[in-house]
């Protein structure tokens, strides 16, 4: 699986987007860009993903850049609640392993 | 709906002692994992599975034993604890990668710490 790379940390007023981008220059034609998040000690939590079309849902929308290097998760109304790690990972259509790197430690301000 | 159930969720070890930590799901996902998470870090794979009787190693293997006998069940075990096995486990499962919908869903996590 390709490698990502994100910024250890970002800021974010409450009620403000927050986009938090992903490189993945490596990424190859079947790998898949997913998005996790882990609120204090719980366990992760799946938020989106996507091949090469921008996906959106209830939580968040991803926006993926067309040579597909880059990708940025956006969360367009942050709250409190969404103060958390959030992870980039980059997996192919086959792969079974699911590997985690550092993430970005988003805090959400008042 | 339970989901991903992790048991026990704290446990104190003393070294050299064995333990077995026991992952259940109940959505009938083909892939289980287990993680590691240690202060401040990211979550390491350990083990993984693809199925019913099929294990195999992730990045940090080593001290660890795995057991896939049953589709709901994943078992993590440690057969001699060691300080340096103190974390937080996480199990996950997911449907395989040819399925629709192919999140992978995590249990609430296992404090073990090893004196």
């Known amino acids: 699986d390709a490698k990502t790379t994100q910024p250890p940390s970002m800021d974010c007023a409450e009620g403000r987007a927050a986009n938090l981008p992903c490189n993945h220059s490596t990424i190859s034609g079947n790998e898949y860009v997913y998005w996790y998040r882990q609120i204090h000690s719980q366990g992760p939590q799946y938020i989106i993903h996507g091949l090469k079309n921008n996906e959106t849902n209830e939580m968040a929308s991803l926006i993926i850049t067309e040579d597909r290097k880059s990708s940025t998760l956006i969360l367009p109304h942050a709250t409190l609640r969404d103060t958390a790690v959030y992870y980039c990972i980059v997996r192919s259509g086959t792969a079974s392993k699911l590997t985690f790197g550092t993430g970005t430690r988003l805090q959400v301000t008042l | 709906n339970a989901g991903v159930t992790q048991t026990p969720k704290f446990r104190v070890l003393k070294t050299g002692q064995s333990m077995t930590l026991l992952c259940a799901q109940d959505?009938?996902?083909?892939?289980m994992y287990w993680y590691r998470q240690d202060p401040g870090m990211g979550l390491r794979l350990i083990h993984y599975s693809v199925g019913e009787g099929t294990t195999a190693k992730g990045e940090v293997p080593d001290g660890y034993n795995v057991s896939r006998l049953k589709k709901q069940n994943f078992l993590l075990g440690l057969e001699s604890a060691a300080p340096s096995q103190t974390s937080v486990y996480f199990c996950?499962?997911?449907?395989?990668?040819?399925?629709?919908?192919?999140?992978?869903?995590f249990g609430q996590g296992t404090r073990l710490t090893v004196v």
């Open positions: 959505m009938n996902h083909e892939y």
């Open positions: 996950a499962s997911s449907y395989s990668q040819g399925a629709v919908n192919t999140e992978a869903f």
